[in-house]
């Protein structure tokens, strides 16, 4: 399954929500969200997928980017994380928000490290049959 795959299943199977909504969710346009759902973009940007993680911390990040686990924590789906409402009042929620970003965006970096390391792996094999094949 691939990435895009895997966001049209987490949007259709198990979330049970709209583009729309998913949109609003990761912070960016509707337009973006076709553009990811039917393949045009086949590497969505990670503070989009951080976004994301941010608005429903029981995504699996893992699952999403890489394929690793399930794709929710728990399996259940969880209500979204109202974004704050923004008042100076506010600072510890606004604290607290940008720490659930922070690790989302750090799971993001860790799944795409793993991947491209396997992918380092693929190409050095590659290489050293096509040295032997000489």
Known sequence: MTITERINHLIDN???????KAA????TSYTTIQNITNGKTAH???DILADW???RPDINLNWLIAGD????????????????AAP??????DVEVLQIRLQA???VIEALK?????????????KENQALSR
């Open 88 to 93: 100076a009042s506010d600072l510890p929620r």
């Open 14 to 20: 198990v979330l049970d929500i709209t583009k729309k």
């Open 44 to 46: 969505p940007k990670a």
């Open 24 to 27: 609003e969710e990761m912070q």
């Open 69 to 84: 686990g399930e794709p929710l924590l728990s399996m259940k789906a969880a209500a979204p994380v109202a974004a704050p």
């Open 114 to 126: 793993s991947q491209t390391s396997s992918q380092y792996d693929v190409i050095r094999l590659m």
């Open 105 to 107: 965006a750090e799971a």
């Open 53 to 55: 993680k941010a608005a």
